[in-house]
């Protein structure tokens, strides 16, 4: 009997704190949304983060990073000449130079892009090239030069020559981390992936950076 009463009680408990999450995330979007002013931006994340906001925001994706990641170096060195990289020829290889690349093939396989024959870009979220390729195309052409944001995070090969270098290029940046690091002028610490010592998945689980940034006043104002 007793576990009886213990099981209904864990299925209301349960019950009770989905009903306040969907409360929460209502209440969230519907904020948001309504605060937003700057609604044509491109947002160039090194992984699915800027999706995330896109769809948070409802506002149709003006980028082509959506649905996929980069090692660290290559994404340093994508928006380092950021023009030059989006109109160069996207090509497709089997094969990843990281081995953490070579070992997500081997669990799911998914195309690798190439760009200027050394920036490689993870299309994880893809079944193939030709859907990769379309939609890579379409997106590149959505690009507002004149309203970039560059998101960045310290998983995926990322050491203190990326973050620094990151940190040091122009424009309206983000850093995010599960680290504090000293000198970083655009580092968000990430306090609840602190004992993980890398930034994890803040696609399907974005209260994690909502409760530490604030998105909106970063595409309203630029800080």
């Given amino acids: 009997m007793i576990g009886y009463f213990k099981m209904k009680f864990g299925f209301y408990r349960r019950a009770i704190i989905h009903q306040i999450n969907a409360v929460r995330e209502s209440f969230y979007l519907k904020r948001i949304r309504r605060n937003i002013r700057n609604k044509n931006f491109t947002i160039i994340s090194n992984n699915c983060w800027g999706g995330s906001i896109y769809e948070d ?18 994404y340093i060195r994508f928006i380092s000449a950021l023009r030059e990289n989006l109109n160069a020829e996207l090509e497709f290889v089997k094969q990843s130079k990281y081995e953490k690349g070579n070992y997500l093939q081997t669990l799911n396989a998914y ?28 997106r590149v052409s959505r690009v ?56 994890g998945d803040m696609y399907d689980n974005r209260w994690h950076h909502r409760q530490y940034f604030d998105v909106v ?7």
């Avoid at 149709?60 to 990073?65: K, L």
């Fill in 111 to 138: 195309p690798i892009g190439l760009l200027n024959k050394e920036i490689e870009i993870h299309f994880l979220h893809y079944q193939s090239e030709a859907e990769a390729m379309e939609k890579w195309n379409r």
């Fill in 57 to 74: 925001l409802s506002i149709p994706y003006t980028s082509p990073t959506i649905g996929l990641f980069f090692f660290a170096p290559c």
């Fill in 144 to 199: 507002n030069f004149d309203n970039l944001f560059f998101s960045f995070s310290d998983n995926e090969e990322c050491g203190i020559d990326e973050i620094e270098a990151f940190d040091q290029l122009p424009g309206k940046k983000v850093f995010f981390s599960a680290k504090k690091i000293l000198g970083i002028k655009s580092l968000i610490f990430i306090k609840s992936f602190r004992k993980q010592q890398v930034v």
């Fill in 217 to 223: 006043n970063w595409l309203n104002s630029g800080v």
